[in-house]
DNA sequence: ATTAAAAATTAGCACATCCTAAATTTTTAT
DNA sequence: ATAAAAATTTAGGATGTGCTAATTTTTAAT
């Protein structure tokens, strides 16, 4: 249906429109898919020509409904397929990225179908991500930051907001991952850096980091 | 580290290759690949250039040895990945063929050889076609077929020559598959039909059709 | 051996996707 | 308000892969 290239810029505008109700501009695109703002705009013609965005001259473009549907089903297939091969192949969480990059795009109703059933219909991602259902609705994702939480409470690592290999490896060593139970010891208030318990370890996490960990606050009576 | 298009192209020579000792010609190739002389010619050049065949204007291609590997490379995903499909997700034998031709192109050695141990190292695929191991080794494939069986004898039914899904559901439908024993009734000389006994059941099988189906014979004491 | 038919190649063009350099428009700073 | 800076688009070109039509070479038929 859509070419691969498309279907990754689908994906980009999709993430990046996340983070402001103005339209995605050109440089962040070309920046995210690592391309030269001419090849962006060459595209995203394209794509308006397709009805996948809107698209207005020097302001950026957002996704149309269909856009963000095709949008949400490459995202689903990139999840469903880093869950398979963390879950069912051995593969490190932070290994996984650049094979669902390619499985992403493989074109078969069927197979995202029976894919999704052979593992048992998961709603999260190995990152915590939330996978969407085939048609287009993402399940709740945490919102709640590490960096908001207050000195003395507690929470559960529900999911990343960078998930780059580098950070992947980051967390691996300092031995956080999903479920684990994270508590706020002290905050230092003048960088906004924190000293965190979990697994029994103290750590010190930069702003960088805590605002980067999703968790859910767990109610300290 | 090469296309899409580039991988069709050796998979297609390998293929037509086993067939003569001669050259694989343009016609062929076009034949098979679904596209044009003109276009098969231009590419046979890229391929030449990049030492994947031997070719000589007008008499055809060869593979090289490194062609060859690389050919097998894709012909083992191909059929790894039909194995997958069908053992675990679900799909019927018929079914899995254009999704294995897409699958076949994903880059990953780490994700060949995991899905290889999680399949549990299969031999041979659903039609029972023999899988390639990493260095292009390839498991022995029967190479007895049906039509060269006798007038009494029996055989068990070990894979197929033609594996296009209308064949596939031709023996979904006369109940023959991988395993079937198969009994010959009868060969009627002047057009070498057969009729034959399986599952209980007398079948009428053209000429076309045993020459198409792999059997080893039992020996009748 | 000559010629007709078939097969293969070349020439010329199209489209998707990417690029650099130049031109244009918008944004920011003064 | 103007000018400089930044962002974006346009122009022009490259590469990979496909096509049709014309040409060349090989093969088959007489
Ligand atoms: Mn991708
Ligand atoms: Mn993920
Ligand atoms: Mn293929
Ligand atoms: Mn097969």
Known sequence: M???????????IFHLQQESEKGVSTNELAESL???????????????DKNL??????YGVHLTNSGELQA??????????????VDRLNFAW?????????????QSQKLVEELDRFLGRPKYDPHGDPIPDEKG?????PTKRLIQLQKGHKGICKGFNDTSSSFLQFLEKIDIGLGTEIEVIHIESF???MTVKSNGK????????TDNIYIEEIEVN
Chains 1, 2 share one sequence.
Do not use: G
């Open 72 to 85: 949400l089903k490459v995202i689903r297939k990139h999840r469903l397929w880093e869950t398979f091969l």
């Open 191 to 193: 960088d906004e850096s």
């Open 137 to 141: 609705n993402i399940p709740d994702a």
């Open 34 to 48: 690592d391309t030269k703002a001419a090849s962006v705009t060459e595209m995203i013609k394209r794509l308006a």
């Open 2 to 12: 859509f070419s691969q290239s498309e279907e990754n810029y689908l994906k980009a």
């Open 94 to 106: 932070d290994e996984v990225h650049d094979v669902a990059e390619q499985l992403e795009h493989i």
């Open 53 to 58: 965005v809107d698209y207005q001259k020097y």
């Open 202 to 209: 103290e750590i010190a996490l930069s702003k960088m980091a």
